[in-house]
């Protein structure tokens, strides 16, 4: 049999390349003849370049040195090269909220990605990929932008601050020294369809899980209506669905530089090749912490199931916990260790255990 094994990532335990292995492990052990695929998968928030490098033997990363956190610090930087000269590059890893000491709601910058990005047109690429989820900013990608040349201006021609906060000094902007964006274009992944003002925009709907009060949700919006005037943006742009991702950075690079706003799950499958994958497989093994009726809603396990109902493949799903709300073939992590706590004491232990169930299963 030819088995396919793609998790999502199992948020707070282990990564979707480690799942994948895993797992594979653990159908190796009762099938050792059949051949296995790893095609780990991701949405475009944490963990997405791990996906990427472990399912696409071509790819190689760059280490770009120390770029700027989202404190200001120093914080290791780099990004994924594929074979084409696509840059792909995760937000997370240089502008991301875990990489915070404590939440500052206003001061928390993006231009650790953006120089980032920096690196990679430096060094030649062709286009960019950019996973945007698990900021820890609501500058709207202004700092990002900075770091590719833009200049933010106050009513005296000062530049302003980096972060959300800053943004409510912006009157004008200087592309002079914008960097062009790549021949390839930019593509942006991200799985939410916030614009960016409003009651569902960046700072109302993500800005308190970045710490915000309020009181700094108030300035956080009014400083990203700022910045949008500023940059001339047309209501069209300020209101396309999902433009509010990552604090508003989908929005600052699809004013500036025309990047293109993708579901990130899709994309990922696409890049990785899932669907070659899929062509001549038995099986498709899928996975995530929790699934539920909300996983099938564009979501990684979701669009896998999707895609294997249409390819007439087989289709398990792995995760740590199952609600109802769906009909799928599932082994649950909890049930096999005895409480959801002891699955998640051990991850990698009970995620062999459910790859070695599902192989014995389909040897019986």
Known sequence: MKIVVAPDSFKGTVDAAVAAERIAAGWRAQRPADEIVLRPQADGGEGTLAALAAAIPDAHWIDTGPVTGPEGGPTPGGYLRLADGTACVELALTSGLPLMHAPDALGATTRGVGEVIAHALADGATGILAALGGSASTDGGAGALAALGLRLLDERGA?????????????????SRLVAPPPGGVRLLCDVTAPLLGPRGAAATFGPQKGASPSDVAVLEQGL???????GAPESVRSLPGVGAAGGTAFG??????????PGAQTIAEVTGLGDALRDADAVITGEGRFDATSLTGKVVGSILAAAAAARVRAIVIAGQVAGGHDAEALTLADLAGTADAAMADPEHWLFAAGSEAGRRAAG
């Open 225 to 231: 209506r700022r910045f949008a005037d500023a940059v």
């Open 253 to 262: 690079f699809v004013a500036e530089w025309g990047a293109t706003i993708e």
């Open 159 to 175: 530049t302003v601050d980096d972060g959300g906060g800053g943004l409510l000094e912006v009157a004008t902007v200087d592309r």
